[in-house]
């Protein structure tokens, strides 16, 4: 088992993205700032070329796309870590030694596991550069059908990579050891787009020869043209590679009927020795070597180098695109389905007013009105990269001032995320509009996202991505955790208002990490559109917040409609309504005059707690009455209370609600034209040995109601049974958020 010696081991370099992904500093930040990148394999490097014509030839191409303004992603394996990027002490370990292995889709995780060495073949390659961000992919010859086939079944796995992974693959046709036209007609099943350079008409290339006489199916004449190509794969996700064919040389070519002589005989001497699978080619291409006398070698090389040239001109071209349009490259291609793009603000250094009227999206150039449209629900808050740290500690003590044994994930988060994710599960057509930055934290996020509609992403490259630290003790209970949300809170006030008056959503909800500039861009433009406004409040720290904005309506024209607090995160709201004399307002003291909470009102409330032991707590601790302070502003508080179950407390209009029949719900009957009605909703016990995580319960349990809000609002002041139903739903889905790794458990079925 072959690995790199100790000093070279120690600088196994690029930051890691996740898992055992390496990217270098230069392709990250090349990615991020959509400069131009070409990908390469090292295959050509550990089994395709002799020492030191590997490296040598590994060396020259990389500094070829260096000349014409690209950055190389040469990628490998390195003792288990996928580098996309390979410093010189890496080609000289991968092109010297034997032994190393061939890496394509199936190999990657044994390789991996078993901390291996080796050079990735196109199938392997695509899957790193992909994963990286990268577009264009410029090879020697692509695998593909072999001959006799049909008996041993052996087709190269490059085929099915490029019928599901968005890679532009720039190659000089299919080996010409491979059946071309069985080739070409697998890649047509797989639906794979195939061009060759040249004017119409000009067929497939052979690899060694400029024309291996099958027909092409398409051909493309400039560098443009196949970057417009790869632009509108990428836009309409279709999560499919493309191969753009480009003629060897004809200074450079082995006349065809030459090597078909060659090829048919090494074919044969294979079969005879019984050479099969990875060994094939190896061995194929050294006979042709011997029998050209070397000159094989050259053309490889040659061709190898024009492809480079080719895939440089296709990445700048593509690179332009995406930036007249605002894509990142960060996030093209990945999941989720790119036929919702990420919009980009312009990263020209101007002044804040100036940069805010020169942002722009993608959509606006390049959807229909109704496509903009086509959005039940917004979401308008934060996404952030999330590090969580499972504890195995016994007891506080034990867990503070010292390291603790434990396991960590990384997956995306943000209450906003998490919010915009349970919403778009339960059937909601759901945008969430947010802000990221250009650095890592975006490379992971594009990996990790689940979003269908991602058109609401900007990205900001004056801004870092959001992080969130979460330290959970073996219970799975929250010990600590560090919020970085600061820069995600203070997106672009006009993508804001964009967002949310093009697309119209029944339903806009904000979350408590955005800044008050921002709540108020959300409050004014869902009154705009006539949306239905909700606050999740996000933490106890920035539930007061809300309190910030400048003059909150009172009902029956308040600025939000429905929070969704936990008892904490409600006191906490009270106090910043209090400390800003919203409870001094003019218009605030009539209404709560009209509900004539007096002593017959706290003897309701008094009784009611004595047959509801959740409610019993939340009177103790005052919440209920914080709560009917709050319902002017906003008539409908549906509070979170974890094992206790639900309590929503709302603000009806008189004889518009049926006086409940159960013993968990009341109506206080004011004396003017308003009414209270306060329902308890008990919550699913769950067995403690169960929960993993009580991260994302609370976001999801409000992203579903968001869902069903945005489908129809008439059950919300209701006593009905369709209430019940939606709240139950709610719930159900956080409990099974708690016994789930993810943060947003995916409902069953």
Not at 436 to 450: C, H, N, R, W
Request: proline fraction near 4%; hydrophobic fraction near 35%.
């Amino acid at each position: 088992m072959l690995r790199l010696g100790r000093g070279i081991g120690r600088r196994v370099v690029g930051r890691r993205l996740f898992g055992n992904l390496r990217v270098t500093e230069e392709i990250q930040d090349a990615v991020s700032t959509g400069k131009p990148v070409v990908a390469l394999e090292s295959t050509i490097v550990t089994h395709g070329l002799p020492y030191p014509d590997n490296v040598n030839m590994a060396r020259d191409v990389e500094k070829l796309l260096r000349n014409n303004g690209v950055v190389p992603a040469t990628t490998g394996f390195v003792n288990g870590n996928a580098m996309v990027g390979l410093e010189e002490e890496h080609l000289e370990f991968l092109g010297s030694a034997t032994g190393h292995y061939k890496v394509s889709r199936r190999d990657i995780p044994y390789v991996m596991s078993k901390k291996l060495s080796g050079g990735t073949t196109i199938a392997g390659t695509m899957i790193l550069a992909h994963k990286a961000g990268i577009q264009v992919f410029a090879t020697g010859g692509l695998g593909g059908v072999h001959r006799g086939a049909e008996t041993t079944m052996d087709v190269s796995a490059d085929l099915d990579e490029l019928g599901r992974t968005p890679v532009g693959v720039v190659c000089s046709g299919p080996k010409s050891i491979l059946d071309i036209e069985k080739t070409m007609e697998y890649l047509e099943t797989k639906g794979v787009h195939v061009s060759t350079y040249g004017p119409d008409g000009t067929n497939i290339p052979g690899f060694f020869t400029s024309d291996s006489g099958v027909p092409s199916p398409y051909n493309f004449q400039t560098s443009e043209e196949a970057a417009e190509l790869l632009y509108s794969n990428a836009q309409f996700g279709l999560n499919t590679g493309t191969v753009f064919c480009v003629p060897t040389p004809k200074e450079l070519e082995i006349p065809r009927q030459k090597i078909e002589k060659i090829i048919d005989q090494a074919v044969a001497d294979a079969v005879t020795q019984g050479i099969k699978g990875k060994a094939v080619t190896p061995f194929l291409l050294k006979r042709i070597w011997e029998s050209t006398e070397g000159s094989s070698l050259d053309t490889n090389i040659g061709f190898v180098k024009n492809n480079a040239q080719v895939a440089a001109r296709i990445a700048k071209h593509l690179a332009s695109l995406n930036g007249k349009n605002n894509v990142d490259p960060v996030l093209v291609g990945q999941k989720p389905r790119q036929e919702d793009f990420v919009s980009r603000p312009s990263t020209t250094t101007q002044t804040k007013d100036k940069l805010n009227t020169n942002k722009e999206t993608v959509e606006d150039k390049n959807l229909s009105n109704k496509e903009k449209a086509d959005v039940d629900a917004i979401v308008v808050g934060t996404l952030a990269v999330d590090l969580t740290c499972n504890l195995q500690g016994q007891g506080e003590k034990q867990l503070l001032f010292t390291s603790t044994p434990g396991h960590i994930e990384t997956s995306i988060g943000g209450v906003g995320h998490n919010v915009a994710l349970a919403s778009q599960y339960h059937g909601a057509k759901t945008r969430l509009v947010t802000e990221l930055g250009q650095d890592e934290g975006a490379s992971v996020a594009k990996q990790l996202m689940k979003l269908t509609d991602t058109r609401g992403i900007s990205i900001n490259p004056e801004k870092r991505t959001s992080r969130y630290i979460a330290m959970h003790e073996s219970t799975g209970e929250l010990f600590a955790a560090c919020a970085d949300m600061e820069d995600g809170g203070k997106m672009d006030l006009e993508h804001i208002r964009r967002q949310i008056e093009e697309a119209k959503p029944n339903v806009v909800f904000f979350d408590g990490n955005i800044e008050t500039p921002q709540k108020e861009a959300v409050i004014q433009s869902a009154r705009k559109v006539k949306a239905l406004v909700g606050y999740e409040p996000a933490s106890v720290v920035k539930a007061k917040r809300l309190a910030q904005v400048s003059q909150l309506g009172v009902y029956p024209n308040q600025s939000v409609d429905i929070i969704t607090p936990n008892r904490y995160e409600l006191e906490a709201l009270f106090d910043g309504l209090r400390d800003s004399g919203y409870f001094d307002v003019d218009l605030w003291f009539p209404i709560i005059d009209e509900l004539n909470l007096g002593q017959n009102f706290r003897t309701m409330i008094e009784r009611f707690s004595q047959s509801d032991a959740a409610l019993k707590s939340l009177v103790n601790q005052g919440t209920v009455q914080q709560a009917i302070h709050i319902l002017p502003y906003i008539p409908t508080i549906v509070v979170k209370d974890g094992k206790n179950g639900v309590v929503c407390f709302q603000l009806v209009d008189s004889n518009t609600v049926d006086s409940p029949t159960s013993h968990s719900a009341r109506l206080w009957k004011g004396r003017g034209k308003l009414d209270i009605l306060i329902q308890h909703f008990p919550a699913k016990q769950v067995d403690s040995s169960k929960i993993v995580s009580v991260t994302g319960a609370g976001d999801t349990f409000c992203g579903v109601l968001m869902a069903e809000l945005a489908k129809d609002r008439s059950w919300l002041k209701t006593v009905g049974t369709q209430k019940d139903e939606v709240i139950n739903k709610a719930q159900a889905s956080a409990s099974r958020s708690i016994q789930s790794k993810e943060a947003v458990a995916h409902p069953v079925g």
